[in-house]
């Protein structure tokens, strides 16, 4: 009665800011169990693009766009629960609750007895005899990659739940494969963008600085989502195409006007100066029209990423365009110069 009691207290309504964190209490290492719905079981794994140097994760170029606020997941078999719930019994039973000691497990997956669903519906859950043991199949809980931002406590806030194998589960929230593609656009880690300068240790006040990036270091990066025990999977591919300059100073002018460099069909961006080329228009490049005074001006180069998905049900389509910005130094002098 003192565990019941205790628990009851533990899974009252909560705002949503308070809730949600199972900590690590549960994890059953080397076993890829966790009784913290606070980690998703969803692998990702980068099938193609860079795999060295610096890197960073995308920023959508659409600013209402968010990802799926939550969804459900297979957690345990019944032999995984058996051994979570009379060996430990601590952790998240459902996205927002957390049961804490083996008699409120035992009491509703071993014998059967009904629990209280305090945040979701139906507001009771029909327990389970002996874990479900010699069943095929998974129980799921709900999963939030922040649960911070879901206002609503009712979603994905079922207590934890049997499926059989090989299903998923026909409830609000279920996964989806596009669940899985939209989760990974920020798993998605593409390269920094270091451009190539000409001159490359100092630019001239008139003399256009030609912008360059060779083929060979922006290629599309593909990520693969699986989650396990559900034959659902998704490809999240980001393309390379286009760069964006920001001078740093608005005393200077661009080429194109509008900052924005297209990416050639080879993967390249712009090119490189030639002897024979002081004069011209770079296709990619900077004019600054005032020297810098001992502080260099802050370039930034911005690339855009088209993005799109394929899944495991034949379903795809685009996903927002991403940035990813990085900022480099640039030292101008005063006298004129020809550009060699």
């Given at each position: 009665m003192?565990?019941?009691a205790?628990?009851?207290?533990?899974l009252?309504?909560?705002?949503?800011?308070?809730?949600?964190?199972?900590?690590?209490?549960?994890?059953?290492?080397?076993k890829g169990?966790s009784?913290?719905?606070g980690?998703?079981?969803?692998?990702?794994t980068?099938?193609?693009?860079?795999?060295?140097?610096?890197?960073?994760?995308?920023?959508?170029?659409?600013?209402?766009?968010?990802?799926?606020?939550?969804?459900?997941?297979?957690?345990?078999?019944?032999e995984q629960?058996?051994?979570f719930?009379?060996?430990?019994?601590?952790?998240?039973?459902?996205?927002?609750?957390?049961?804490y000691?083996?008699v409120?497990?035992?009491?509703?997956?071993?014998?059967?007895?009904?629990?209280i669903n305090?945040?979701?519906?139906p507001?009771?859950?029909?327990?389970?005899?002996?874990?479900n043991?010699?069943k095929?199949?998974?129980?799921?809980?709900?999963y939030?990659?922040d649960i911070?931002?879901?206002?609503?406590n009712?979603?994905?806030?079922?207590?934890?739940?049997?499926?059989?194998?090989?299903?998923?589960?026909?409830?609000?929230?279920?996964?989806?494969?596009?669940?899985?593609?939209e989760?990974?656009?920020?798993?998605?880690e593409?390269?920094?963008t270091e451009?190539?300068?000409?001159?490359a240790?100092?630019?001239?006040?008139n003399?256009p600085t030609?912008?360059?990036l060779?083929?060979?270091?922006f290629?599309?990066?593909?990520?693969?989502?699986?989650l396990p025990?559900?034959?659902?999977?998704?490809?999240?591919t980001a393309?390379?195409?286009?760069?964006?300059?920001?001078?740093g100073?608005s005393d200077a002018?661009?080429?194109?006007?509008?900052?924005?460099?297209t990416?050639?069909d080879d993967?390249?961006?712009?090119?490189?100066?030639?002897?024979?080329d002081?004069?011209?228009?770079p296709?990619?490049?900077?004019t600054?029209?005032?020297a810098?005074?001992?502080?260099?001006?802050?370039?930034?180069?911005?690339i855009t990423?088209?993005?799109?998905?394929k899944?495991?049900?034949?379903t795809?389509?685009?996903?927002?365009d991403?940035?990813?910005?990085?900022?480099?130094?640039v030292?101008?002098?005063e006298?004129?110069?020809?550009?060699?």
């Amino acid at each position: 009665m003192t565990v019941l009691a205790l628990t009851g207290a533990l899974l009252a309504p909560l705002p949503a800011s308070a809730v949600g964190d199972g900590g690590v209490y549960g994890t059953r290492k080397g076993k890829g169990i966790s009784a913290s719905a606070g980690q998703s079981r969803i692998k990702i794994t980068q099938t193609s693009g860079p795999t060295g140097g610096k890197k960073g994760t995308l920023s959508s170029t659409k600013a209402n766009w968010k990802p799926p606020l939550c969804w459900y997941e297979p957690i345990f078999t019944p032999e995984q629960l058996k051994d979570f719930a009379e060996n430990d019994g601590r952790g998240d039973v459902g996205l927002r609750q957390w049961w804490y000691g083996p008699v409120l497990w035992t009491d509703h997956f071993k014998d059967g007895k009904e629990s209280i669903n305090y945040l979701g519906t139906p507001r009771t859950s029909p327990g389970y005899k002996n874990y479900n043991l010699g069943k095929d199949g998974y129980f799921w809980r709900g999963y939030a990659p922040d649960i911070t931002v879901v206002d609503d406590n009712s979603l994905c806030s079922s207590l934890m739940f049997w499926e059989d194998a090989g299903k998923i589960p026909d409830v609000p929230n279920a996964p989806t494969s596009k669940t899985l593609a939209e989760y990974a656009y920020n798993k998605v880690e593409v390269p920094g963008t270091e451009i190539e300068l000409k001159p490359a240790a100092k630019s001239t006040v008139n003399v256009p600085t030609w912008v360059w990036l060779d083929k060979g270091t922006f290629k599309e990066v593909k990520v693969r989502a699986e989650l396990p025990g559900t034959g659902l999977w998704a490809e999240t591919t980001a393309k390379p195409v286009a760069l964006h300059l920001t001078p740093g100073t608005s005393d200077a002018t661009t080429s194109p006007s509008s900052g924005d460099c297209t990416i050639n069909d080879d993967g390249s961006i712009g090119a490189p100066f030639q002897k024979g080329d002081a004069g011209k228009t770079p296709p990619c490049g900077i004019t600054y029209l005032r020297a810098t005074d001992g502080t260099p001006y802050q370039l930034k180069a911005s690339i855009t990423w088209q993005v799109s998905w394929k899944g495991s049900d034949g379903t795809g389509g685009d996903l927002p365009d991403g940035t990813f910005e990085t900022t480099q130094d640039v030292n101008v002098q005063e006298f004129q110069a020809v550009n060699r």
